[in-house]
């Protein structure tokens, strides 16, 4: 891809996505093969599916449930995986940016920056790998929940004339969205005078059409009698995440109104950017909840309208693989703009101060990738909220079933319910509050590490803004490996406490309300544990999107300036001491930092850009940790409570 962006846009844009794609079949594959060989191995069992007929039946419809195992491992995997990659990426990310762009004034990727390669290995580790791990996690787990809701179809609707048929049926169709993302892959075509994010939405437009196609074919040949409806509820997911993409480039890309009010808001400083950005995040917010709102309504709605006992369960199922219906061809797009950050860091570091078609390209695609990210950050927190919305209602109906009682209404009036749902969104915020906190601690520590190493501070410590000679390149080298060795260990050290007290207190919470309860009261203690779940899951969620809107919203802002929007990235000692009485520190700052590559002696970091970078570095940890954590979170928390259901029975 490196190679690619030295010629044309267009070559870059098909690299970059089949690499992206190649990377997406194999970790979407692997879910849906670990979930069908889970299915196979528990047939093979004595007393399995391949008995009696009525004991087949039987035990196949709790086949999705026996199965809640494979989405807890992968989501645990994933949680430490989000905490640990998006810690090492987002501290690199913004330490280099606080004291590259802004205290010593260096251009992007500059090779004078010790973090520099520590934020290019941060890219592929907090947003390519984690990004795998989180896909494949999903994969198994919107699958499974799809699944859980057919099985309890087929449990309480005898008539139907097929329960292999019915619970099989979310398999089939996220097997064949491999084949259907295919498509989009290959239809992307483009050429330098045309945007790549337009190429991108025509291959999702038609990963998401084929996947509904496919929908409705699997619902004719194993649901016959009920086809149109279910199909129709697929459609109504991949219709709504269509949506998402034309919500993330309106809010995420420069040429729109958001990210230009924004830029322009930099100009008052750090703190309206700041608060502007949080606005345009909460706008963003609330037209996908709605759109999510009125896809799974109508999922519902078509669901009911089977006749069908649990059939609008099993309606907002299918509505949920409709959301995740075009994942692959979403994941082939976030792996490629992973690839492509990378391959223009890499230019960065070489050749690209000198070609100016270079760095454009990569600017480019940088400000592509961001709102990819938003787009696909999104997406996977809708879909695999749905996900944990059926779990949940499984959960409930087998812990009704255990205790004959009736498992499907949570009493909202009661007390114990009423404090279960408000300890799910504190254990939600104080969960964000330890991410942060490692991140902000690791991210302070690097900072001065990095002053130091690029002589900007003084024998106190205090900043003077004066940078040293250029560095030797062996000890350039010593100080970037050994950059990388402290962002690692300060990932390794944030990750275990997060992930310990998220995965420890539903566990607690569950064994002490079964203890207090007693046996009389089990079906409350399960509607508490339920509505901890429920209510964690939609703060979660939220948080979750309002995080990567804004992140994004505000790293294009940044990139806007870049290109020479209300002053551009510098501005000329003159400027800054006309302006001294605003900025006091300007003419000393450009006296000392005097020239670099790409501008003139006498030059300085433009205060409106410096506003926009502080905008973006405030960004970095809320969506690349936080947000991605939380979600991880959430679904190990409906996961966790299905596997140990018969502990709190």
Request: glycine fraction near 12%; charged fraction near 15%.
């Amino acid at each position: 891809v490196a190679s690619a962006m030295r010629s044309t846009l267009a070559e870059t844009l098909e690299e970059g996505l089949r690499a992206g794609a190649l990377a997406s079949a194999a970790t979407q594959a692997l879910g849906v093969l670990v979930v069908a060989l889970g299915v196979l191995a528990l047939m093979s069992l004595p007393g399995g599916a391949t008995g009696d007929a009525q004991g087949a039946l039987a035990e196949f419809v709790r086949f999705p449930t026996l199965l809640g195992g494979l989405a807890l491992g992968s989501m645990l995997v994933t949680l430490l995986a989000l905490l640990g990659g998006g810690i090492f990426a987002k501290v690199a990310d913004v330490a280099a940016d606080v004291v590259g762009k802004i205290d010593a004034a260096l251009p992007e990727d500059s090779s004078e920056n010790p973090a520099t390669v520590t934020d290019l290995v941060g890219d592929q580790v907090g947003d390519v790998a984690v990004r795998g791990a989180h896909a494949l996690a999903l994969t198994v787990l919107e699958t499974l929940a799809a699944m859980m809701a057919a099985a309890l179809v087929v449990r309480d609707n005898p008539s139907l004339p097929s329960a292999a048929a019915v619970v099989l049926m979310p398999l089939v169709v996220r097997a064949f969205t491999l084949v259907t993302s295919s498509f989009g892959v290959l239809v992307v075509r483009t050429n330098d005078s045309e945007l790549p994010a337009s190429a991108l939405g025509r291959g999702l437009f038609v990963a998401t059409l084929l996947q509904v196609v496919v929908a409705m074919g699997a619902a004719k040949w194993l649901l016959p009698a009920y086809f149109w409806r279910c199909g129709l509820a697929a459609a109504a997911g991949g219709i709504a995440s269509f949506a998402f993409w034309h919500v993330a480039q309106y809010y995420g890309q420069e040429r729109y109104r958001p990210v230009r009010t924004l830029a322009e808001a930099a100009r008052a400083g750090a703190t309206t950017v700041t608060l502007r950005g949080l606005l345009l995040a909460a706008e963003a917010t609330l037209i996908l909840v709605l759109l999510v709102v009125v896809a799974l309504y109508s999922g519902y709605w078509l669901g009911q309208g089977t006749g069908l006992v649990h059939g609008g369960l099993f309606g907002i199922a299918l509505t949920s693989l409709g959301l995740a219906g075009a994942a692959p061809y979403v994941q082939a797009m976030y792996t490629m703009s992973g690839i492509a950050d990378v391959a223009a860091g890499l230019l960065g570091l070489t050749l690209a101060s000198e070609l100016s078609d270079v760095r454009a390209r990569g600017r480019l695609f940088g400000a592509l990738g961001g709102t990819i990210k938003a787009f696909a950050r999104t997406l996977s927190c809708a879909s695999s909220t749905a996900a944990v919305g059926v779990c949940v209602i499984v959960f409930l109906a087998h812990a009704g079933l255990a205790t004959s009682g009736d498992g499907g209404v949570v009493a909202l009036s009661r007390p114990l319910v009423q404090l279960g749902g408000i300890l799910g969104i504190a254990l939600v915020i104080f969960f964000a509050r330890l991410v942060l906190g490692r991140v902000v601690s690791a991210i302070r520590d690097l900072v001065f590490e990095l002053r130091h190493e690029l002589g900007l501070t003084d024998e106190s410590g205090t900043l003077r803004y004066q940078r040293r000679a250029r560095l030797e390149p062996t000890e350039l080298l010593a100080r970037r490996d050994g950059c990388v060795e402290g962002v690692s260990r300060a990932a390794l050290r944030g990750m275990l406490p997060p992930a310990v007290f998220g995965v420890g207190v539903p566990l607690v919470l569950g064994g002490g309300l079964r203890w207090w309860m007693g046996r009389d009261r089990v079906p409350a203690s399960a509607e508490a544990l339920a509505a901890f779940v429920l209510f964690a899951t939609f703060a979660g969620a939220l948080g979750s999107l309002l995080f990567s809107n804004a992140k994004s919203a505000w790293d294009n802002a940044k990139r806007y300036v870049e290109t020479g929007a209300h002053g551009g990235r510098f501005v000329s000692n003159r400027t800054v001491e006309h302006d001294a009485g605003q900025h006091p520190a300007g003419a000393e700052r450009v006296a000392a930092l005097g020239g670099g590559p790409g501008r003139e002696a006498g030059e300085s970091n433009n205060p409106t850009y410096v506003a926009a970078v502080l905008g973006d570095t405030i960004g970095d940890p809320l969506d690349g940790v936080v947000g991605p954590s939380l979600q991880a979170l959430v679904a190990t928390l409906a996961t966790l409570a299905l596997v140990f259901l018969p502990f709190f029975l």
